[in-house]
């Protein structure tokens, strides 16, 4: 079958700065030519050697970070811009769903507009006589169809330009992350209107940020990333794929807001220690034991970052560690997780607890324990040390998660506590809500039926 | 860029209902609405009627009555500098629609050369008034020049609006630009005094060049003058016929040159 959409090494470069691209009088005449060539620190590469074809009455998805060139992408498709090397094709008549209502006039009612607006996208005037109705209901705004689009609110404003654009009845359906226009209501709509155009054979374009639409939706799918494909084919397989870039890329955020934050309560505490180092040493200690118990729970709301403590016993490394051992920031919901604590004490001690406390995002405490209050007495420790806290399986909903961790002695005298400085990421394909998530199934009498997920 | 032109013909709908949106906005909203199509025209004439018979009288013979010939040439330029005014911001102000909708861009400066046109349409009922007022009837064989000079005139002014819209785009001092050379350019024009008036007649040669005189004085003659143009005339409307057509032609291969980079200049 011929392809609705081919684009065959398609670069696209834009102008990295406003400025004029015209040649002066004189290099016109020696180049013949009014346009000037730019030079290559003035040009900005949004699409780099992209190549894909999307088969007639299939329906293509592209995603990307911002800026990944997934737009451009569209506006090469939909011939709004012409690529600066390769060539596109399409077949057929195109919509675009990049703006929608692009073309409306806030001073004319939006009957008027959507008569207008349809013939910018191609329609005859009786075309839309037929369908103005499905239009009006689509859009679900019959009784305001008469007043001036200016009085209209975004999301009527956003509808009408929709159910303009779907009803073009096009060859080819360009969508760029326009679901997001309308309430529950009105995206199950237009997702049962790109089903429609499914059925009825024709080809669909997907720019989306919605992984779950991907994989739900689509044939095939583009991964854009910095304007190069890095990979297409199974949704499941280039979504799967993307995830596991966008871990990579989250780590190393979270890896390095983690280290900004010691460093920082580190500077803290060491300041102040300089400032009142030797005089004010017993009122130090005794306004630390009122304000900062180690009971890790009765402060659990105050949600400051902090470091404090005489670091006699001090906290040189933290780690989560991940099923392989290997130090990470991501973990998916029901993975195993150790916090790996090393310490390093001054001289040795025998009066010593280990405490972990773990918050979500909002500040709710989620847990805490500490060695103490679990009955581990302790002997001695001394020199350089390692603790660690193993979680079998992390029950926890999708979210970040920040963690306490401390070491005090039993009456609550801290040696080393950093409060809240650490964060990971809990991700999961579920989004259920809460904070805990237990191991559960669900079973059913045999009267009770679903259908066996798709793909 | 044939087959471009063709599509413009394909066009027309879409050109039409525009047009009919630009007039239908313009005025929404106020009270007297459509009616201000003949209420600014006729304003501006009763302005320059009282200024010149009672503020500063002007008596050049031949002329007179003087604010119905100052209206025959005005009323034409007035669609022209406003169709230029307004085709030079076009693709700026339309960037939405070139940006995010596949719309042929060259329906811009068109839709705003259409829309003035209409207006001086709406206006010529007024002059029409003016003239029966004054006992002022043009002759009727005459009057056939008049379609022929709106006829060019709407050629040569789509022709300079593609050029201005296009490089305004990329050149945006032309908007400033533009505003005080069409201020020079009236005066330059023989509309508010007559071309034979023998303070100018050393402009004889300038005169000619520019194409907008060979447009005012087919108006004047067929309106005002009652002689149609005469002799020479005739041939520099020739002149300027063949040369709005390849003004046209110019144009539109100039914007079709230009058209992929609207999208990204805009």
Not at chain 1, 391 to 409: N, P, R
Not at chain 2, 79 to 104: D, M, Q, Y
Not at chain 2, 215 to 224: D, G, K, N, P
């Amino acid at each position: 079958m011929t392809p609705a959409i081919e684009l065959v090494n398609v670069s696209k470069m834009y102008r990295r700065y406003g400025g004029r691209q015209f040649s002066t009088l004189k290099s016109a005449l020696l180049q013949r030519s009014i346009v000037r060539n730019l030079q290559p620190s003035e040009t900005f590469p949004a699409l780099t050697d992209v190549s894909f074809s999307v088969a007639k009455g299939s329906t293509y998805g592209v995603m990307g970070r911002n800026g990944s060139g997934k737009s451009t992408a569209l506006k090469l498709v939909a011939g709004i811009t012409k690529p600066t090397s390769g060539s596109v094709h399409v077949e057929g008549r195109i919509s675009a769903l990049i703006e929608l209502g692009a073309g409306f006039h806030p001073e004319i009612s939006g009957r008027e507009n959507v008569f207008i607006n349809g013939i910018m996208l191609g329609l005859s005037k009786r075309e839309i006589q037929e369908r103005f109705d499905e239009i009006v209901d689509f859009a679900e705004l019959r009784e305001f169809i008469d007043a001036p689009v200016k009085t209209y609110s975004s999301g009527m404003y956003m509808r009408l330009g929709f159910a303009v654009a779907i009803n073009v009845n096009p060859d080819v359906l360009l969508v760029d992350e326009v679901l997001a226009v309308g309430d529950e209501g009105f995206t199950h709509k237009c997702l049962d209107k790109f089903a429609e155009f499914k059925r009825s054979n024709k080809t669909i374009l997907l720019v989306t940020h919605s992984l779950n639409l991907i994989e739900r939706f689509c044939d095939e799918a583009l991964w854009l990333d910095e304007g190069r494909a890095m990979s297409h084919g199974d949704p499941k397989r280039v979504v799967g794929a993307y995830l596991t870039k966008v871990e990579e890329g989250e780590e190393a955020l979270l890896a390095a807001t983690t280290a900004r934050a010691v460093e920082s309560a580190s500077r803290a505490a060491t300041g102040q220690e300089g400032r009142d180092g030797h005089e004010g040493r017993d009122g130090q200690e005794g306004t630390e034991q009122t304000e900062h118990p180690a009971d890790p729970t009765s402060n659990m709301f105050q949600a400051t970052e902090g470091r404090w403590g005489s670091r006699e016993v001090e906290i040189i490394d933290v780690a989560f560690l991940d099923r392989g051992g290997q130090p990470s920031f991501v973990f998916h919901s029901g993975d195993p997780i150790s916090v790996r604590v090393k310490l390093r004490a001054a001289h040795p001690v025998d009066d010593f607890v280990f405490g972990v406390g773990l918050f979500n995002a909002d500040g709710v405490c989620c847990y805490g324990t500490n060695t103490y209050l679990e009955e581990l007495n302790p002997q001695r420790l001394s020199g350089e040390a390692e603790a660690t806290f193993v979680i079998e399986s992390l029950d926890l909903v999708e979210g970040t998660y920040k963690v306490d961790i401390a070491v005090h002695k039993i009456d609550g005298f801290p040696y080393d506590y950093h409060r809240l400085l650490y964060t990971f990421r809990v991700k999961s394909r579920i989004h259920d809500v809460g904070i805990y998530r237990p191991r559960h199934q669900w079973t059913f009498s045999p009267t009770v039926q679903f259908k066996k997920p798709v793909g | 860029m044939l087959s471009n032109l063709a599509n413009l013909f394909r066009y027309r709908g879409l050109i039409q209902s525009l047009v009919a949106r630009e007039l239908k906005a313009r005025y929404r909203g106020s009270a007297l609405g459509f009616v201000w199509s003949f209420v600014n025209p006729l304003l501006l004439l009763l302005i320059y009627t009282y200024v010149f018979t009672a503020v500063m009288p002007n008596n050049t013979e031949g002329v007179q009555p003087y604010a119905l010939f100052m209206f025959c040439g005005i009323l034409p330029w007035t669609w022209f500098s406003s169709s230029l005014s307004e085709a030079a911001n076009s693709l700026i102000s339309g960037g939405n629609l070139i940006k995010k909708v596949l719309f042929p861009a060259e329906v811009l400066p068109i839709v705003s050369v259409l829309t003035n046109m209409v207006h001086f349409f709406l206006g010529l009922p007024i002059l029409v008034a003016f003239l029966l007022v004054y006992q002022h009837f043009p002759r009727p064989e005459n009057l056939l020049w008049f379609p022929v000079a709106v006829l060019l005139q709407l050629l040569f002014t789509t022709g300079l609006a593609l050029i201005l819209s296009a490089l305004a785009v990329h050149f945006r001092d032309i908007k400033d630009i533009l505003a005080n050379l069409l201020t020079l350019w009236f005066f330059a024009t023989p509309i508010i005094y007559p071309w034979f008036q023998p303070s100018v007649r050393k402009f004889h040669t300038f005169f000619d060049v520019n194409p907008f005189t060979h447009l005012a004085v087919t108006y004047q003659e067929a309106l005002f003058f009652n002689q149609g143009p005469v002799g020479h005339w005739k041939w520099l409307l020739g002149y300027l016929g063949v040369g709005s057509v390849l003004l046209f032609l110019a144009g539109y291969w100039l914007f079709d040159r230009l058209r992929d980079s609207f999208a990204e200049a805009v």
